[in-house]
């Protein structure tokens, strides 16, 4: 299949809501102009690409890991970077921080280039209805897409379903629930006229669209202005998802990730990257963010473009429950599968003595590591240094370091053409059909099925397991609640940008924090971190009162 590439091309636009004269003369943003060419079927298709590429401002960028990855249970900051206050809740993160302007203007940027290709299909000609319907079926997943994310964040928004054309400055905070309805209305729209499958890879499809809808309502289930079938609805959906398309859980965990096999059956939507560096932009990131500083902690080692190395940026790295959640790691693939815990000499410069080039460097265990332990080690390996991640070793001097840790492998790319090189060209994972199964088992539950939840649980971890200890891994309904799913979710999706999310939708997100967070942030969150703070820029930019969330 044939992969989407997105259209780069700037298309001129005068928006945003709450946006003042004198910064338009300054900001050139990205969007749709008022030409004619905009309302030919040539150019409609132009405005439907370009409604897409605003999503990797968000997805593998280390803005939308410092949003999804940092502050919650599962992972935290490294030793690099600047934005450890996403993870420590403290008075750094206001609404000057610069990962909420980030994500608030360019998804309004691409709400209102998605609105503007809505407002121009009543003009066009030429073109079939099912077409039309089928290019506006996406552009209206995309733009449902897009306030899904920002309801998370920021609870009421500005709800705009029109194109601005010109200066606007007034803007008011629309209710959630009429938010949500907004959300429904486009996915209901886009099921009913999105293909099953598309040419290209990384269009909007009906499955898609379907467990997006099924996301949503489960999303809402939560809330006080939940309608009563919320729950229903979603797990339906899901296992419509499921059961009815070609999309298939892979037999290996592992193979989800295959920078070879990114078009595999159990990928049911995801942001596409390129080779190409003339239309990538600035790439997928995810390979600098997770990795650590390895080259520092050993001599013998440089970094290299290949399997096992890379360069780092040190931004985020599991939480000590991050790690203990994977047990037990003997039955569990997940764990080998997720990360990279050993590091071999790859260069005889400054090697120690007695070492070679394929010896083993760095080891970072599970185990439990006496005294003893790590002489053995040392003795049997020559230079080795040997870390653990045992939590009943964390007043050891070989407990792992803030700069130190496993490597997550579901983001490397060696395809790049240089080490020094930060584009990366792996696509992005939105949406895939594992996490269908544990929306549907989460909805069951939420509506009283645990019973009938159990199955869809017990294939995501049959999966997950060793060959030939799948029974192992069954669970019971006795097992079940909104906890063990959490847990199983920071098992399958860790590092996939949606445990914040997760956490914030089931209400534990201060809870988790609390109990888990290795640093000042389990002391520092309260209740009114559910809700992200309004950009200043927005509140300054706007004739109206634009109030702020509680608590900032």
Same mark, same amino acid.
């Given at each position: 299949?044939?992969?989407?590439?997105?259209?780069?091309?700037?298309?001129?636009?005068?928006f945003?809501?709450?946006?003042?004269?004198?910064?338009?003369?300054?900001?050139?943003?990205?969007?749709?102009?008022?030409?004619?060419?905009?309302?030919?079927?040539?150019?409609?298709?132009?405005?439907?690409?370009?409604?897409?590429?605003?999503?990797?401002?968000y997805?593998?960028?280390?803005?939308?890991?410092?949003?999804t990855?940092?502050?919650?249970?599962?992972?935290?900051?490294?030793?690099?970077?600047?934005?450890?206050?996403?993870?420590?809740?403290?008075?750094?993160?206001?609404?000057?921080?610069?990962?909420?302007?980030h994500?608030?203007?360019?998804?309004?940027?691409?709400?209102?280039?998605?609105?503007?290709?809505?407002?121009?299909?009543?003009?066009?000609?030429?073109?079939?209805?099912?077409?039309?319907n089928?290019?506006?079926?996406?552009?209206?997943?995309?733009?449902?897409?897009?306030?899904?994310?920002?309801?998370?964040?920021?609870?009421?928004?500005h709800?705009?379903?029109?194109?601005t054309?010109?200066?606007?400055?007034?803007?008011?905070?629309?209710?959630?629930?009429?938010?949500?309805?907004?959300?429904?209305?486009?996915?209901e729209?886009?099921v009913?006229?999105?293909?099953?499958?598309?040419?290209?890879f990384?269009?909007?499809?009906?499955?898609?669209?379907?467990?997006?809808?099924?996301?949503?309502?489960?999303?809402?289930?939560?809330k006080?202005?939940?309608?009563? /079938?919320?729950f229903a609805?979603?797990?339906? %959906? #899901?296992?419509?998802? +499921?059961?009815?398309?070609?999309?298939?859980?892979? =037999? $290996?965990?592992?193979?989800?990730?295959?920078h070879?096999?990114?078009?595999?059956?159990?990928?049911?939507?995801?942001v596409?990257?390129?080779?190409?560096?003339?239309l990538?932009?600035?790439?997928?990131?995810?390979?600098?963010?997770?990795?650590?500083?390895?080259?520092?902690?050993?001599?013998?080692?440089?970094?290299a473009?290949?399997?096992?190395?890379g360069?780092?940026?040190?931004?985020?790295?599991?939480?000590?429950?991050?790690?203990?959640?994977?047990?037990?790691?003997?039955?569990?693939?997940?764990?080998?599968?997720?990360?990279?815990?050993?590091?071999?000499?790859?260069?005889?410069?400054?090697?120690?003595?007695?070492?070679?080039?394929?010896?083993?460097?760095?080891?970072?265990?599970d185990?439990?590591?006496?005294?003893q /332990?790590?002489?053995?080690?040392?003795?049997? %390996? #020559?230079?080795?240094? +040997?870390m653990?991640w045992?939590?009943?070793?964390? =007043? $050891?001097?070989?407990?792992?370091?803030?700069?130190?840790?496993?490597?997550?492998?579901?983001?490397?790319?060696?395809?790049?053409?240089?080490?020094?090189?930060?584009?990366?060209?792996?696509?992005?994972?939105?949406?895939?059909?594992?996490?269908?199964?544990?929306?549907?088992?989460?909805?069951?539950?939420?509506?009283?099925?645990?019973?009938?939840?159990?199955?869809?649980?017990?294939?995501?971890r049959?999966?997950a397991?060793?060959?030939?200890?799948?029974?192992?891994?069954?669970?019971?309904?006795?097992d079940?609640?909104?906890?063990?799913?959490?847990d199983e979710?920071?098992?399958?999706?860790y590092?996939?940008?949606?445990?914040?999310?997760?956490?914030?939708?089931?209400?534990?997100?201060?809870?988790?924090?609390?109990?888990?967070?290795?640093?000042?942030?389990?002391?520092?969150?309260?209740?009114?971190?559910?809700?992200?703070?309004?950009?200043?820029?927005?509140?300054?930019?706007?004739?109206?009162?634009?109030?702020?969330?509680?608590?900032?």
């Amino acid at each position: 299949m044939k992969k989407f590439t997105y259209l780069v091309t700037v298309l001129a636009i005068i928006f945003i809501t709450a946006v003042s004269c004198d910064v338009l003369s300054e900001e050139v943003v990205s969007g749709v102009t008022v030409d004619a060419h905009y309302n030919t079927p040539e150019g409609f298709d132009d405005a439907v690409n370009a409604s897409y590429s605003l999503l990797r401002e968000y997805y593998g960028t280390e803005q939308g890991g410092n949003l999804t990855a940092m502050g919650t249970d599962i992972i935290t900051n490294g030793g690099h970077g600047g934005f450890h206050y996403m993870n420590n809740y403290d008075a750094e993160m206001n609404s000057e921080s610069s990962p909420f302007w980030h994500l608030w203007s360019n998804f309004y940027q691409a709400i209102n280039t998605t609105n503007a290709a809505v407002d121009r299909a009543s003009q066009l000609e030429d073109i079939s209805a099912d077409e039309l319907n089928a290019k506006l079926g996406e552009v209206r997943f995309l733009r449902a897409h897009f306030y899904y994310i920002l309801v998370q964040h920021f609870g009421p928004v500005h709800l705009t379903l029109e194109e601005t054309v010109g200066v606007q400055t007034d803007a008011e905070r629309t209710p959630e629930s009429a938010i949500y309805a907004a959300i429904v209305d486009d996915l209901e729209f886009a099921v009913q006229h999105l293909p099953d499958t598309q040419s290209e890879f990384g269009r909007a499809t009906k499955p898609a669209a379907e467990h997006m809808l099924s996301l949503t309502l489960l999303t809402r289930g939560y809330k006080d202005f939940a309608e009563s /079938d919320d729950f229903a609805r979603a797990a339906t %959906l #899901a296992d419509n998802v +499921i059961n009815n398309y070609d999309h298939v859980l892979l =037999d $290996d965990f592992a193979d989800v990730f295959d920078h070879d096999n990114e078009q595999n059956a159990e990928v049911l939507w995801s942001v596409q990257y390129t080779e190409d560096p003339i239309l990538n932009n600035n790439g997928n990131q995810s390979h600098l963010h997770y990795r650590p500083w390895y080259e520092v902690f050993n001599d013998g080692l440089d970094r290299a473009l290949e399997p096992g190395y890379g360069r780092p940026w040190i931004r985020f790295r599991p939480t000590p429950f991050g790690m203990e959640n994977f047990r037990p790691l003997d039955v569990d693939a997940r764990y080998e599968k997720t990360f990279q815990d050993v590091w071999y000499y790859n260069t005889t410069s400054g090697i120690p003595d007695g070492a070679a080039v394929g010896d083993t460097a760095i080891y970072v265990t599970d185990r439990f590591l006496t005294q003893q /332990d790590v002489n053995d080690y040392e003795n049997r %390996l #020559a230079g080795v240094n +040997i870390m653990t991640w045992n939590i009943d070793n964390q =007043d $050891d001097d070989w407990y792992w370091d803030i700069n130190m840790f496993p490597n997550l492998k579901k983001v490397d790319d060696f395809k790049r053409p240089s080490i020094n090189h930060e584009q990366g060209s792996r696509d992005y994972i939105v949406y895939r059909l594992a996490e269908t199964y544990l929306n549907a088992a989460e909805a069951l539950i939420m509506d009283g099925r645990a019973g009938d939840a159990v199955s869809y649980v017990n294939e995501v971890r049959r999966r997950a397991a060793h060959p030939g200890l799948g029974g192992q891994m069954e669970i019971t309904a006795g097992d079940l609640d909104i906890d063990f799913i959490l847990d199983e979710r920071a098992r399958e999706f860790y590092g996939e940008q949606k445990r914040w999310l997760d956490l914030k939708r089931t209400g534990k997100l201060v809870e988790r924090v609390q109990l888990y967070s290795p640093t000042s942030g389990a002391s520092n969150i309260q209740e009114h971190h559910m809700l992200r703070p309004i950009p200043a820029n927005q509140m300054n930019r706007t004739s109206t009162p634009y109030a702020q969330n509680p608590g900032y």
